[in-house]
Structure formats: structure tokens, C-alpha cells
């Protein structure tokens, strides 16, 4: 049976790899479990310096994989508990005390936006696409990312484009990090 998240370190660098990529590593129940799990492993490692989460294949993330909320008895359950599970596995990774890069490629969407925007910092290849597609879901685009990421967008009072939040999440990261000289050694 194939690893649904590749889990690897070498030379301080965890590596947590996506891999459903016949599916452009859409979510269900068991990769979103599957994240959980691997964020707890890098929390546990003290091997582990540092983070970086990719996607197998062509595409980092597609969001949820809809073929299962189709599929599901009760798909209103179902949908329930894959944003429960996601939630989850997404906080974990947010979480860690340790710095997380997200390296994108191909298109990043819905869900796979919220495990993004969950790492302190992101690196896209060019011609990345990414796409909220929340309008065409029926989901509200909070339902899968983590609570602090909306603060960090919306504490201001004042509306803040994507980068800019990103950049305000990035530096607050950074600045808890190295207030714990979690980065030096």
C-alpha cells in the first residue's frame, strides 16, 4: 500500500510529502489524518530542524477531493467531518515549534491553500496557480484554515490583502522562534 504522506530527514530537514498525485493530492479523511500524524512525528523528532511540505506529482494540493463528498451516505456528514479532520492535521502543522516551508508547484487550492498559508513561509514554483473556489464549493474559505491565520488577516481591523497577511504571519513566527533561539544551535 503507498504512504499517503512520504515522511523523510536528512541533514535537519523533515520532509512531508503530499502523495496522492493521481488525485493532485486532494484531501480526504485518511491524508488529512495522515498530515496529523506527520506533523506529530516532526514535533517529536529532535533530528528535525526545520520543515518543508510538498505535493507528489503535478500539483501540490487540489483541496478536498469531492469524488468521496458524492460518494459519502450523508454528504453534509461527511464534508463535517473531512473539515474537522483537516482542521486538524492543519493546526498541528501551524503548531510546530519548528519553521515550516511550504514548496508549491502546479495549482494549490482550497484546502491545500489553508496547509499553505499554515507554514511560515511559502515558496511557489512560477505559473503556480492558485484558486480559492470557495464560491463554487458552497464552503466558507475559513472552514479548513486554522483560527490564528484568520486573526492574523483580521486583528486589525483594517482589510489585508493575502501577501500582507502572510508577511504579518511569517514575521510573527519568526519573531517567536527567535525569541526561543529555537533557530540557533
Known sequence: MTQLVNYAVA?????????????????????????????????????ARVVLVT???????????????DAAPDPAAYIHLL????????????????PVVAGVHGAVAV???????????????PGTKFSFA??????????????????????SGRSRSPSVAAHCLLRRRWHQAWSRRSLMT
Not at 479523511?29 to 529532535?46: F, I, M, P, T, Y
Not at 464549493?137 to 483580521?154: I, K
Open 134 to 155: 470557495y464560491p463554487t464549493s458552497g464552503l466558507h474559505p475559513t472552514a479548513a484554515c486554522p483560527g490564528y491565520c484568520r486573526a492574523q488577516w483580521a486583528n
Open 111 to 125: 484546502a491545500g491553500l489553508a496547509i499553505m498559508l499554515s507554514c511560515d513561509l511559502i515558496v511557489a514554483e
Open 55 to 69: 505535493g507528489a506529482g503535478e500539483r501540490f494540493c487540489a483541496g478536498g477531493d469531492v469524488r468521496y463528498f
Open 11 to 47: 541533514d535537519g530537514v523533515a520532509h512531508i510529502d503530499l502523495n496522492r498525485p493521481d488525485v493532485a493530492n486532494a484531501l480526504d479523511r485518511e491524508l488529512a489524518q495522515a498530515l496529523r500524524a506527520s506533523a506529530g512525528r516532526v514535533a517529536a523528532d529532535e533530528g
Open 83 to 98: 473539515a474537522t479532520e483537516a482542521n486538524a492535521g492543519i493546526r498541528a502543522l501551524a503548531g510546530l515549534p519548528k
